[in-house]
């Protein structure tokens, strides 16, 4: 995924961006960077590998080495950013959160009219923000620019830009598929993907931006540069999975939603006398625990934690690169709290199953400590299909989606015609889906929740948000 976070002030931003920037850690694990504005200095820019290393640690002597009232930086799960670009609209600074499915054909076009080059990548990849800074690049100025880039680009694209005045541009993809907040203080204006992040540096929320909107904002006023457009959909996993438990989206806040999204699986699950008889109700850590706190307040059984994560020195599983080292890393995180476990019946929910790899291991891990059941619930329908807008199973074919995997043993390909059977627990079809992944990662029952049932979670319009990973409606 990523996220971003930009401010300018009428004192020092880079603190506030730092800070502001930190709180986005949770959506991204590859780089981090940040790039400022000084009256004196002009741009400057720094970008670390975050893999092995939170952002805070590698950016702790930033506000010694950067100084500017105005300031950018971004969390990033794909390519480093942001870039220092120069061109016909000035010297600038640009990050990103999106992706960018016709890449390659953009560039061949490209530079097929421009006779221009990009520097490329190991692989020959161009990075994808370059890319849209040269897409912008084709117009007069920025905000033609930007809607170019939106017109012609397959997926979603979400920016902000420093200029080399100390303004900065923040525009919202076209279909709004992620957010931007607008926060104001008494000292400037911020811009950021996560609405806490603008709280806990001192600004109050203004709004959101709306889906294609774009404003220019400096420590002074801001400025409308485009207005929204009708259409909207947003991701829906941003309060499923992606988002931190405070934040909020379209005026719905995460954790809220993740509590009453496990009310409504409870409620499915008592109406077809499901999983009678358990013990305790738990959430796979971290993000589907808020789910289960919702299955436990409705349905009455007991929540405790038969698991705990140990986080001081592993605060992140998914860092190492390989399958295999991060399993075995989610593995030794694992401490058993024999009491809770030996000889209990025990319902977990999880925020979501994508190819089930730990999680199997996390049920065997409770069957070796001595669980007599292990019931599984997923926070979200059956992923059926890859996300062809953010970077949420992107790096999973879909042949790896269990859910998909397990339709094609048991029907082969002519299955994939029967996806909206599958989905649904309540058909023959969706039944077979359900017993073979129990078969599989040794559940003693699984249920997901349904697409109808996540939007009423949601709270608002079914148009406006997108579904696209389980159902593959765009």
């Known amino acids: 995924m990523g996220g971003f976070f930009g401010a300018a002030s009428k004192h020092d ?22 790039a400022a504005y000084d009256t004196e200095i002009g741009l400057q820019r720094d ?37 220092l670009i120069r061109s016909q609209l000035g010297t600038y600074a640009i990050c990103v ?12 076009e490209h530079l097929l009219k421009s006779g221009d080059h990009f520097d490329a990548m190991t692989g020959g990849k ?13 117009k007069d100025n920025f905000a033609d620019g930007i809607k170019f880039l939106h017109s012609v680009i397959d997926g979603s694209m979400s920016l902000l830009i420093l200029k080399n005045n100390g303004s900065i541009i923040a525009a919202r993809d076209s279909l709004g598929r992620t957010p931007i907040h ?35 904002f400096s ?61 305790y109700v738990s959430g796979v850590p971290d993000s589907g625990t808020p789910h289960a706190i919702g299955y436990a307040n409705e349905s009455k059984i007991p929540f405790a934690r038969p698991f705990i994560k140990y986080t001081p020195t592993w605060a992140r599983s998914f860092t190492p690169p390989k399958q295999s080292d991060r399993a075995h890393i989610a593995k030794m995180k694992q401490l058993p709290v024999h009491d809770l476990i030996v000889d209990k019946k025990l319902l977990f929910v999880d925020d979501s199953i994508v190819r089930g790899t730990q999680l199997k291991e996390t049920v065997d891990f409770l069957y070796t400590n001595g669980a007599k059941e292990v019931h599984m619930r997923s926070a979200c329908p059956p992923i059926m299909y890859s996300c062809k807008y953010l970077n949420f199973t992107r790096a999973t074919s879909e042949m790896e989606l269990i859910a998909r995997k397990v339709i094609v043993e048991l029907e082969g390909e002519e299955g994939l015609k029967y996806i909206d059977e599958y989905s649904d627990g309540s058909t023959q079809r969706g039944k077979k889906l359900r017993k073979a992944i129990c ?7 699984l249920e997901f929740q349904s697409i109808e049932g996540t939007i009423k979670a949601i709270g608002i319009e079914p148009c406006k948000l997108c579904t696209y990973c389980w159902n593959g409606k765009e």
């Open 13 to 34: 931003a880079v603190s506030d961006v730092f800070f502001g920037t930190d709180y986005h850690s949770h959506l991204g694990t590859k780089r981090g960077g940040m």
């Open 47 to 83: 970008i670390h590998n975050i893999e092995n290393s939170p952002f805070r640690t590698k950016f702790d002597h930033i506000l010694e080495e950067m100084k500017g009232v105005s300031a950018i930086g971004c969390i990033s799960d794909t390519d480093p950013q942001p870039l």
């Open 97 to 108: 959160v999106g992706i960018i499915n016709n890449a390659e054909s953009l560039i061949k």
């Open 126 to 138: 161009v990075n994808s923000t370059e890319l849209a800074a040269a897409l912008i690049n084709q």
């Open 182 to 216: 607008i926060g104001k203080s008494d000292s400037g204006y911020c811009a950021s993907f996560e609405s806490f992040a603008c709280q806990k540096v001192g600004y109050e929320l203004e709004r959101e931006l709306g889906p294609g909107e774009i404003v220019e």
């Open 219 to 279: 420590a002074d006023s801001i400025t409308q540069l485009a207005a929204p457009g009708k259409e909207m959909k947003v991701c829906a996993f941003l309060w499923t999975y992606y988002g931190y438990p405070n934040s909020i989206y379209e005026g719905i806040n995460v954790e809220v939603m993740r509590n009453r999204n496990g009310a409504i699986i409870a409620q499915n699950d008592m109406a077809c006398k499901n999983a009678e008889g358990i013990d």
């Open 439 to 445: 078969e599989k990662l040794n559940f003693t029952s």
